[in-house]
């Protein structure tokens, strides 16, 4: 298991009623995931490089309670499932100061070449199979 992945909240992140504006924590998964790759050697650099690119599939949320302007927010991340062509990663988010459950999330990601064509990641990056294995084994969301 990684650190987790530490954002401040910003200004420009808030809405009318002084709360994160709900868009921003995809984008906080996607900091995550950029971050929890970059942790365990994969590099979205490396990854492309290797002529591979890991869209989104599908992403969900559940909002537990508010963050706001200068919160330090938590996301914890972790595999939960890795297949030939496609990976799904959780995510916990809370708030530094007080341990609050922010956000729990998931995305589903593939593999393709440039061009749009699924990869079997076992096949082609194997060492990224075994690492995105390894890393489910751990147990997740410990308490």
Known sequence: MTEPYRHTVQYYETDKMKVVHHS????WMEEARVY??????????????????SPVVSVSGKFRTSAEFTDV?????YVTEVKG??????????????????????SVHCFTHED????????ELPGLFEE????????PFPA
Do not use: C, H, T
């Not at 929890?36 to 591979?52: P, Q, R």
């Not at 988010?93 to 459950?101: K, L």
């Open 24 to 27: 921003n924590y995809i984008r």
């Open 36 to 53: 929890y790759l970059d942790m365990i050697g994969w590099s979205f650099k490396k990854l492309e490089d290797s002529g591979l690119v």
């Open 73 to 77: 927010i938590l996301v914890n991340i």
């Open 85 to 106: 062509a496609s990976f799904v990663l959780k995510y916990r988010m809370y708030r530094e100061s007080d341990g609050a459950f922010i956000f729990e999330g998931e």
């Open 116 to 123: 749009g064509k699924f990869v079997r990641l076992e096949r």
């Open 132 to 139: 995105l294995k390894k890393q489910m084994a751990e147990e």
